[in-house]
């Protein structure tokens, strides 16, 4: 006997597809129309060491097979590998953040990945008065991925992997010797 979904659970689920989907178009336009007279005055120049976080995942995530604590050494060896110090204590941060969704009737999952590299800066607040902390972002990259419930993990890990790999080859472009 098949259960039958309320009207506002179909709705969310598709909300959330055309959510991934929006802010895939979203940033290939950004990357797209961007060029160097858009290059942002915060980018990884002088970042020699980097502490690794993680954002909390969705509880569709642990249904399709995901735990962030698999994606850490992928990031550390990545990161390690390529010439970048991991410390437990800086102001600059790695973050991985996973956006899951579910589709129950279909086994398909959605993720939305991304990762950044964040510095925390201290500035002025006018509005308050005082000093403030935050943090500004230096790099930030996003990539989707869809698949059947069974083979998701590995195809998240797929894209971590490469998102990785895009933030070593900036932070190679940005920190050679040939720039002075």
Same mark, same amino acid.
């Given at each position: 006997?098949?259960?039958? $979904?309320?009207?506002?659970?179909?709705?969310?689920?598709?909300?959330?597809?055309?959510?991934?989907?929006l !802010?895939?178009? %979203?940033?290939?336009?950004? !990357?797209?129309?961007? &060029?160097?007279?858009? $290059?942002?005055?915060? *980018?990884?120049? &002088? !970042?020699? +060491?980097? @502490?690794?976080?993680?954002?909390?995942?969705?509880?569709?995530?642990?249904?399709?097979?995901?735990?962030?604590?698999?994606?850490?050494?992928?990031?550390?060896?990545?990161?390690?590998?390529? &010439? %970048?110090?991991? /410390?437990?204590?800086?102001?600059?941060?790695?973050?991985?953040g996973?956006?899951?969704?579910?589709?129950?009737?279909?086994? =398909?999952?959605?993720?939305?990945?991304?990762?950044? /590299?964040?510095? $925390?800066?201290?500035?002025?607040?006018?509005?308050?008065? #005082?000093?403030? *902390?935050?943090? =500004? /972002? %230096?790099?930030?990259?996003?990539?989707?991925?869809?698949? &059947?419930?069974?083979?998701?993990? +590995?195809?998240?890990?797929? !894209? /971590?992997?490469?998102?990785? +790999?895009?933030?070593?080859?900036? #932070? @190679?472009?940005? *920190?050679?010797?040939?720039e002075?």
């Amino acid at each position: 006997m098949s259960t039958i $979904k309320p009207p506002l659970y179909k709705f969310s689920v598709k909300i959330c597809y055309y959510t991934i989907f929006l !802010v895939g178009v %979203l940033t290939t336009t950004s !990357v797209i129309a961007g &060029g160097d007279e858009s $290059k942002p005055d915060a *980018n990884l120049l &002088g !970042v020699s +060491e980097i @502490r690794i976080t993680m954002s909390q995942i969705t509880p569709d995530a642990i249904s399709c097979g995901l735990s962030l604590e698999h994606f850490r050494p992928i990031l550390k060896n990545q990161l390690q590998a390529n &010439g %970048l110090k991991l /410390v437990s204590s800086t102001s600059t941060l790695l973050t991985l953040g996973l956006m899951t969704t579910l589709d129950m009737d279909r086994s =398909v999952c959605g993720t939305s990945a991304t990762l950044g /590299v964040y510095r $925390k800066v201290a500035y002025y607040d006018d509005d308050a008065g #005082w000093l403030r *902390n935050g943090y =500004v /972002v %230096l790099w930030q990259r996003g990539q989707q991925v869809m698949s &059947g419930t069974a083979d998701h993990a +590995e195809m998240t890990t797929i !894209v /971590v992997q490469q998102l990785s +790999e895009k933030l070593i080859e900036s #932070w @190679r472009a940005e *920190n050679s010797e040939d720039e002075s």
